[in-house]
C-alpha cells in the first residue's frame, strides 16, 4: 500500500468531523486539507475556518457554491420534475456530487491521493460522495473514517473528542442529537423518535416552514418566469439561480409548504423515515409543471415522465457522474427549448398551486379546444372514426368473454 501524503477532508465543522481530522491527522500521520462548501446552510462558516485552525489545518477551503449548486445541479434535476418514490425532492442527493467534484479538484490541485468524507456505513451518502470520486478521479482513494475507525457508539465518540481536546458543545453532550442535512434545496432531518415510523414527528424539527395550521390566513400570489426549463424570476423581478430559490424558500416557508415527512428505501437496503422541507423546491416544481402543461407536446410530456423515476432513482443511489444519467439529461434538457413563460401560483396554508399560466411558445389552444363554435378546421366525424378504430380491439375482446 502506498503511503498517503495528503488527504482533503469534506468538513463542515461540526462535532462529528472535527473527530474525524482529528482521526485523519493520527491514523495517517500526514497534512489534512479542509474543504467546506456553502449550499446555503446557513451555518457560520468563519466559525469553521476557527475550528481548522485551532486543529492544525494550514489549508483551509471555504467556498461559496451557491450559484453552481443551484445553476448546476438544482435547476437540471428540476427540468426533469425528480421525485424519488413519488415524494422526495433529492434535496441531499444532489448536493453529494457537488461536494464529491470540489474534493476531486482540490486533492488534484495540492496534489492529495485521498479524500475523506463524514457520512456513515448505513446511509445513502456514502455511495453518493464515492461513486461521484470513481467517475471523476479513479485514481483517488476515499477514505471513510465511520466505516474504519473502531468508534462504534455515540459515549465511544464523545470519550474520544474529550480525549483529544475537541471541544464538544453543550446540546451534543447528552443523548444523539438529530442528524440534520441543509441546504439551499432542503432541510432534511432523521433520527431518534424519527426512528420510529408510528411515532408523529415532534413541531421542533420542522426548522424553515411553519406549521401550515399557522400559515397566514390570506393567501399570497407569486408569478415565475422561466426560459427554457429553469426559472429566472420571480415576481417580474430577474434573480440569479441562487438569489430566485433563497427568494422562494422565504416565501414557501412562510405559507407552510414543501414539509414531507416520508419512509423512503435507501440504496443499501433499508427502510429510513426522515423529515423533509423543501419550500422554494415544491414551489418551483409545481410551477414548473404547469409551464410545462401548455409549452410542451403530449408525448413528449409523457416520455419526461417515463424516465422521471428512473433519472430521480439514479440521483438518489449516487449516480449523477454516470454515462445513463448522462443520457437523459440530454433527452431531458432537449425537452426544455420552449418551456418558456409565466405561472402564478397562490400560496396558502401549505400549499402551492397554479391558478395561471401564460407562454410565447404555448401549444395552448383555445380556439381548438373551445366548447363553442370554432374558426379553426375541426371535423367531428374525425372522432367518430378514431374512436371506432380504437374501439376495434375492445369490441372483439368483449364478444370473445361473453362467448
Ligand atoms: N435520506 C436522505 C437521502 O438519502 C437524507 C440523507 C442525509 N440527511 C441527514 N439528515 N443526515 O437523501
Known sequence: MTKIEKIVLSYSGGLDTSIILKWLQETYGCEVVTFTADLGQGEELEAVRAKAEMSGVKDIRIVDLRQEFVRDFVFPMLRANALYEGQYLLGSSIARPLIAKHLVGIAQEVGAHAVAHGATGKG??????????????????????????????RMQLLEYAEKHRIPVPSDKRGEAPFSIDANLLHTSTEGKSLENPAEVAPDHVYQRTVDPVDAPDTPEIATIGFERGDPVSVNGKAMTPAALLTE????????????????????????????????????????????????????????????????????????????????????????????????????????????????????????????????????????????????????????????
Open 124 to 153: 445513502n451518502d456514502q455511495l453518493r460522495f464515492e461513486l461521484a470520486v470513481n467517475a471523476l478521479d479513479p485514481s483517488i482513494k476515499v477514505i471513510a473514517p465511520w466505516r474504519q475507525w473502531n468508534i462504534r457508539s
Open 248 to 403: 422562494l424558500n422565504g416565501l414557501g416557508g412562510r405559507h407552510g409548504v414543501g414539509r414531507l415527512d416520508l419512509v423512503e428505501n435507501r440504496f443499501i437496503g433499508m427502510k429510513s423515515r426522515g423529515i423533509y422541507e423543501t419550500p422554494g423546491g415544491t414551489i418551483l416544481l409545481t410551477a414548473h409543471r404547469g409551464i410545462e402543461s401548455i409549452t410542451l407536446d403530449r408525448a413528449a410530456a409523457h416520455l419526461k415522465d417515463e424516465i422521471m423515476p428512473r433519472y430521480a432513482e439514479l440521483i438518489y443511489n449516487g449516480f449523477w457522474f454516470a454515462p445513463e444519467r448522462e443520457m437523459l439529461q440530454a433527452l431531458i434538457d432537449q425537452s426544455q427549448a420552449f418551456v418558456s413563460g409565466e405561472v402564478t401560483l397562490r400560496l396558502y396554508k401549505g400549499s402551492a398551486s397554479v391558478i395561471s399560466r401564460t407562454s410565447p411558445c404555448s401549444l395552448y389552444s383555445a380556439d381548438l379546444v373551445t366548447f363553442e363554435e370554432s374558426a379553426i378546421a375541426y371535423d367531428h366525424h374525425d372522432a367518430e372514426g378514431f374512436i371506432r378504430l380504437n374501439g376495434l380491439r375492445l369490441r372483439s375482446w368483449a364478444a370473445r368473454n361473453r362467448r
